[in-house]
């Protein structure tokens, strides 16, 4: 039986603030255990500040649990998760390079000459459409553009295992659905384990092989599990008039919609 990509066994995150002197104030993971196989693409969903971030802080290294165990391949991760490409909410483009040095930096970083880093950052340019802006610096690049250049600087690296932090969240809808399909044709063509963070369920399910529901904070953990048996390819757009696609969603959205409220609450109390 093959090792899954990821796992997360029995993991627990807990924080304290510097002037706490006793047990931990809060802990934003509680037992969770989960897992990504080879080439499967996982979507988690649930109420904000649930932890989902700090999940994936842990699956790529940046963050130790408290408790638990995260496995690679199946073997424990110790420090970076160096089989992972991590793509960020927050844009991550340095803005005193160009496109092209941007989507080099990863693989100088890593030691490839600059010959063959240049060239393997204008293939992955030319995948994601940006061949004729190889030369332009962020601020020079749409929302959109800004989005590609950082999914080429991640695949680039041709990491086993993708990591995503609702990389999409900040665009407008019709090139936040073009940008979804560019992803959904780019991993199909290499198959990496995905694991990708979302508030938006129609994005989860459109993209997804598994939506995976994580409860209210504190103490997040997985409550529910949901395979998407929708055919591919898709189209995100014509996809969400697929019977089968308004099912799965009323199904999800039964189990994360009181898990929502539990967080809006909870928002309000910190709030008053």
């Avoid at 989860?204 to 529910?224: E, F, N, Q, W």
Wanted: negative net charge; charged residues 20%.
């Amino acid at each position: 039986m093959t090792d899954p990509a990821l796992e997360f066994l029995h993991v627990s995150c807990a924080f304290r603030s510097r002037k706490d002197t006793g047990p931990a104030a809060y802990e934003a993971v509680a037992d969770t255990t989960l897992r990504v196989g080879a080439g499967e693409f996982v979507s988690l969903v649930g109420p904000t500040g649930c932890g989902k971030s700090t999940l994936l802080n842990v699956a790529a290294g940046l963050l130790g649990p408290t408790a638990g165990e995260i496995r690679v391949f199946g073997h424990p991760l110790a420090g970076i998760n160096r089989r992972a490409g991590y793509m960020f909410q927050a844009e991550a483009l340095m803005p005193w390079r160009s496109a092209l040095g941007n989507v080099m930096a990863g693989l100088e970083y890593r030691g490839v000459s600059a010959d063959q880093a240049r060239q393997q950052a204008l293939d992955w340019l030319g995948r994601v459409g940006l061949e004729a802006f190889a030369d332009h610096y962020p601020h020079q690049l749409s929302g959109g553009m800004r989005k590609r250049a950082a999914l080429a600087q991640v695949l680039a690296l041709d990491p086993d295992i993708i990591l995503m932090d609702e990389p999409f969240s900040a665009l407008d809808i019709q090139t936040r659905q073009l940008m979804e399909n560019e992803l959904l044709d780019l991993w199909a063509a290499r198959k990496k384990a995905v694991l990708f963070i979302t508030h938006d369920l129609d994005e989860a399910i459109a993209l997804s092989d598994r939506v995976v529901v994580l409860s209210a904070g504190p103490g997040t953990h997985p409550i529910g599990e949901f395979r998407v048996d929708l055919p591919r390819p898709r189209d995100v757009a014509e996809v969400r008039m697929h019977p089968r696609f308004v099912e799965l969603h009323a199904q999800i959205w039964a189990v994360l919609r009181d898990e929502v409220l539990k967080g809006y609450a909870q928002q309000l109390r910190r709030v008053a």
